[in-house]
């Protein structure tokens, strides 16, 4: 598809650009999640201190993913508005402002965050895990710029509707991870910090071949050099106001695994954390045909909301909605019947085993979260791509911090559910943070077409 096509794409039906945006953006993330699930496959080999510890890390490395993705998520909405406006200027300026945003950021957060891995680990009560969660976290923390860099030029890529090039990027990355992961634990004998720099080295090749494609090939709708970057403070301002409160959603989920960690060893020690941290990673693998529709949801919407046709963003918030639900509905009703099978996939070692009938049942339970997430995503996806990342952010804060904790202390702690418990709490908590985004958006939508029909 012609750079010319891809811009047609997303400023014509809503439907048909949510569906071939959503597909390789959903391969893209399937890879993702696969070569972070090899990551949890490989060290359950390691026993259950080891993928506790990856647990215990694994909302610190999401901070970092976040940071990315907000970004990312900024520069898109940004984009993509100028593009429904046809202000190429702007496009280019503010793809150009992301990736000057992330190399501040590549250098300046590495500085706070390795002197404090730590003491924050123990916080968390890693316990005896800390010395293996700082040995990984410290080499992704150090080498940030890779994981920054590879969200924000596939956020670029994805805006001007180029998905099919960030999914081949991605690509070379999970098929190289999952290939020298198990070299650099069990070959080389390098351990958990073996499976670090496996993601490292992997992460930044995809780097490599997207700057190849915009620096040296040059054969991207936007432009990104020094030419057309001219410093605005508008430009900063307006991807921030989704960038950050994005890097916060992600922060405060992040925040929650720590919570969820927290209550499950107060209930069951940190076996159950490694439980959780299995059966996370799965259901999170799961969620990704609904990320990868709400992530096209965001260039649709933005770039509707940039050419002021409201009623287009009302039929993609509707459309992007149906088609989550048909796709949640299934993907939970696999996961119920086959979390035998699934958990097996960490106990393949005499260390793990014991852990397997664990991972089933909480999946059983996990598997519903996947029902309750649909209007929420979409919801909050709008409000990002329509330039208001504060409401998603308020909207996610809502979710997770207040009901999902919440919800989850009084089933799992109060009420003396234990485990089960905090998982049953989860899924509630998220189904009403769901109920409350969907109101707010349609409300949002309504009040837009109104004003406009003046």
């Known amino acids: 598809m012609s750079k010319t096509d891809n811009i047609e794409l ?8 949510i569906r071939k945006l959503s597909v390789p953006t959903m391969l893209s993330m399937l890879l993702i999640m696969m070569y972070n699930l090899a990551d949890s496959l490989w060290v359950a080999g390691l026993g259950s201190d080891a993928l506790a510890a990856l647990g215990f890390i694994s909302p610190l490395f999401f901070v970092i993913v976040g940071i990315g993705n ?3 998520a900024g520069a898109n909405s940004l984009i993509a508005r100028a593009i429904g406006h046809k ?3 702007l496009a280019d300026n503010a793809a ?3 990736i ?3 190399i501040i950021l590549s250098i300046a957060l590495p500085l706070i965050l390795i002197p404090l891995l730590s003491p924050i680990l123990t916080l968390m009560g890693a316990g005896r895990c800390v010395s293996m969660g700082v040995d990984y976290g410290n080499v992704v923390f150090l080498f940030m710029i890779v994981f920054l860099f590879a969200s924000v030029a596939s956020a670029i890529l994805r805006a001007e509707g180029d998905v099919n090039r960030s999914m081949y990027a991605i690509a070379i990355t999970a098929i190289l991870n999952i290939i020298i992961d198990p070299i650099f634990i069990y070959v080389l004998h390098m351990g958990i910090v073996g499976a670090a720099w496996a993601t490292v080295l992997s992460s930044l090749i995809s780097c490599i071949v997207m700057g190849y494609w915009i620096w040296i090939k040059k054969d991207t709708y936007l432009r990104i050099n020094r030419k057309v970057f001219n410093y605005a403070n508008k430009v900063t301002k ?3 106001s989704v960038a950050i409160p994005s890097m916060a959603e992600n922060i405060t989920m992040s925040a929650l695994i720590m919570i969820i960690n927290g ?3 107060i209930v069951a020690g940190t076996t159950a954390v490694a439980v959780y941290a299995s059966a996370a990673r799965i259901n999170q693998f799961a969620m990704i045909p609904l990320f990868g529709i709400g992530t096209a949801m965001l260039t649709v919407t933005g770039t509707a909301y940039g050419a002021h046709d409201y009623k287009k963003l009302k039929e993609a918030h509707r459309y992007s909605i149906i088609l989550g639900y048909g796709v949640s509905i299934l993907l939970s009703i696999i996961m119920f019947f086959g979390s035998d099978y699934i958990a097996l996939l960490f106990a393949y070692t005499p260390e793990s085993a014991p852990l397997a009938p664990l991972i089933s049942n909480a999946l059983k339970i996990l598997c519903l979260f996947l029902i309750a997430m649909p209007a929420g995503i979409m919801s909050s996806m709008t409000f990002q791509g329509v330039g208001k990342g504060l409401t998603s952010f308020i909207i996610t804060l809502c ?9 989850g202390y009084v089933i799992g702690i109060v009420l003396g559910f234990g485990e089960f418990g905090v998982y049953a709490g989860l899924v509630i908590g998220c189904a009403c943070g769901s109920l409350l985004s969907y109101a707010w958006c349609k409300l949002f939508i309504k009040r837009l077409n109104k004003n406009y029909t003046k």
Request: proline share 3%; net charge neutral; hydrophobic share 45%.
């Open 10 to 17: 997303i400023r014509g039906d809503p439907k048909v650009a």
């Open 70 to 72: 907000g970004i990312g």
């Open 87 to 89: 202000d190429k200027a």
């Open 96 to 98: 150009s402002h992301s």
């Open 100 to 102: 000057f945003i992330t």
């Open 238 to 240: 307006d991807i921030c």
């Open 263 to 265: 209550m499950l060893t």
């Open 399 to 407: 979710r997770s911090i207040i009901f999902e904790v919440i919800f």
